[in-house]
């Protein structure tokens, strides 16, 4: 079985600053790391590291090459990104010693997708394959349609939150991702979201999964963390792959939990999603 990801491919500048910028308040930062990032790389690269076999659709500009080294490096499939006229997204990312962070990003390239080259990726795609889509892209209700149509299932993490965006994919979805803060701003919309199955990731408080009036709780793994940026991607590319080898959701979702777990006591986003091997080691000592 295969993951799709129509996903973000940024640089991360990350800040290590001594409390997140208020507004109008200029910060000496106390540190700097540059790495690969966007939810999508991020959500590719944790598939790719928990055994999935992984195709990242995307774009980068024409200096981005260096990402596309990296993911491939990571063991993503990277022959449907696109070199495209726009610089590569990049993203600004503050970080607060007790690990919380605040972001900045330029979408750039990733606002660049391209109908014909999705439908190329998707061509031998099928029933039992996954579709994997976050709203850093153009094109997610595109790719999503031709999804469904050939059978795939479609995850769609709402990050950032827009209920047009959601809107635009919801009737393709098998399952909507969110964490606290984009659950609250769904709640708060006009409207009822119904439909898919939906997860709701809160942090050290753990996730929870709505099936049809059910709940699934899975507790969050106690871990001291160092850098958070990233959790959610971690979370989510860990258990599609898991769902992808099979897994229940119950197993999915504790393998989705501890690989998060250990995301967030590394600094770095794709650079710290952590190998099947050591996630599964994890397990056996928790
Ligand atoms: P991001 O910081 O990338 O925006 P997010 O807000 O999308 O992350 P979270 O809800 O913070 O995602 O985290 C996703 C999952 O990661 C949680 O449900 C939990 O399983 C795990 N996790 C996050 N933070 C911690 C933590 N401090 N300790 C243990 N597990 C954590």
Redesign the pocket.
């Known amino acids: 079985m295969t993951v799709y990801c129509l996903g973000s491919i940024n640089a991360d500048h990350v800040y290590a600053v001594p409390h997140l910028p208020a507004p109008g308040e200029t910060l000496a930062a106390t540190g700097l790391t540059r790495g690969l990032g966007g ?1 999508g790389a ?1 959500q590719s690269v944790a598939a790719a590291r928990a055994g999935a076999r992984v195709v990242h659709i995307g774009a980068v500009g024409a200096e981005g090459d260096w990402a596309v080294q990296r993911l491939a490096r990571f063991g993503v499939e990277t022959d449907h990104i696109a070199i495209c006229d726009a610089p590569t997204g990049h993203a600004i990312i503050n970080v607060a010693p007790d ?1 919380e ?1 605040a ?1 900045v990003i330029l979408p750039g390239a990733n606002m660049r997708q391209d109908a014909g080259r999705i439908a190329d990726a998707l061509a031998g795609a099928g029933r039992g394959d996954t579709l994997l889509l976050q709203n850093e892209t153009s094109h997610q209700a595109e790719a999503a349609a031709l999804a469904t149509a050939s059978g795939l299932r479609v995850v769609y ?1 709402a ?1 950032p939150f827009d209920l047009a965006a959601l809107g635009a994919v919801l009737p393709h979805l098998s399952l909507l ?6 659950d609250a701003q769904m709640r708060a919309a006009p409207g009822r979201i119904d439909g898919p199955e939906i997860i ?8 929870i999964w709505r099936i049809d009036g059910q709940t699934l709780s ?8 160092v850098d ?9 590319g860990s258990l599609v792959a898991a769902l992808d080898r099979g897994l229940t959701r119950p197993e999915a979702l504790r393998y ?3 690989a ?2 250990i ?3 590394r600094p770095g ?1 794709a650079d710290a999603m952590p190998p099947r091997a050591e996630v599964e080691a994890f397990l056996a000592r928790a």
């Open positions: 939810k991020n690990g962070n972001i993490s990050a991702v969110l964490n606290a803060v984009e709701v990731t809160d942090g050290p408080r753990g996730a899975m507790p969050a793994f106690p871990v001291t963390p958070t940026t990233g959790a959610g991607d971690c979370f989510i989705a939990s501890a998060a777990a995301q967030v006591t986003t």
